[in-house]
Structures are given as structure tokens and as C-alpha cells.
């Protein structure tokens, strides 16, 4: 049943983008200052959507960094916390 409504919404997205690119097919020129380019509207579109998503991918990757070091730190703090229950809990349970 998973599958099957995969599919379905493959599909739909699909459709959706059919739709989007054969309503966007008129040429765009743009001027970059030095140059100018002429491509359809969908395509310039759809390279900002990207060129967006890996500005927002390389910014947000200091931060998955941080986060991961900073979890590593704590995963060795709880360790080292746990030995040391664990030591004191033998020396008062052999008194």
C-alpha cells in the first residue's frame, strides 16, 4: 500500500511539473552586467531553485558540524559519568 501511494504522488509531482514547464516555456533573457543569456523561463527557474538549495546546503554545513562535535563531546561526558557511577556504586555496595 506504501508503494502504491509513492507512486501516486510521483506521479502527481510529476504532472505538476509537466504542467508548470509547458506553461513556462517563453524565452527570458538575462542580463548578468557582462553578458546576456536567453533561456526558457522553466529552466532559469528551475536553476535558482537550485543554486538557492546549495547556498542554503553549504551554510546550514557548519552548523550540522558543530552540532555533530558537539554530541560527540557529550556521548563521552555520559560515558565517562557512567563508568564513574558504576565505580562508586562496587566500592559503597562493598562496604
Same mark, same amino acid.
Given at each position: 500500500?506504501?508503494?502504491?501511494?509513492?507512486l @501516486? *504522488?510521483?506521479?502527481?509531482?510529476? %504532472? =505538476?511539473?509537466? #504542467?508548470?514547464?509547458w506553461?513556462?516555456?517563453?524565452?527570458?533573457? $538575462? +542580463?548578468?552586467?557582462?553578458?546576456?543569456?536567453?533561456?526558457?523561463?522553466? @529552466? *532559469?527557474?528551475?536553476?535558482?531553485? %537550485? =543554486?538557492?538549495? #546549495?547556498?542554503?546546503?553549504?551554510?546550514?554545513v557548519?552548523?550540522? $558540524? +558543530?552540532?555533530?562535535?558537539?554530541i560527540?563531546?557529550?556521548?563521552?561526558?555520559?560515558?565517562?559519568?557512567?563508568?564513574?557511577?558504576r565505580?562508586?556504586?562496587?566500592?559503597?555496595?562493598?562496604?
Amino acid at each position: 500500500m506504501k508503494k502504491q501511494g509513492r507512486l @501516486i *504522488l510521483v506521479i502527481v509531482l510529476l %504532472l =505538476i511539473v509537466v #504542467i508548470f514547464s509547458w506553461l513556462n516555456v517563453r524565452n527570458v533573457t $538575462v +542580463s548578468f552586467g557582462f553578458t546576456k543569456v536567453t533561456m526558457p523561463l522553466v @529552466i *532559469l527557474l528551475v536553476l535558482a531553485i %537550485l =543554486i538557492g538549495a #546549495i547556498i542554503a546546503a553549504s551554510l546550514s554545513v557548519s552548523t550540522i $558540524v +558543530s552540532q555533530k562535535k558537539k554530541i560527540n563531546e557529550l556521548e563521552k561526558s555520559l560515558k565517562a559519568n557512567q563508568t564513574m557511577r558504576r565505580t562508586d556504586a562496587s566500592t559503597t555496595s562493598t562496604k
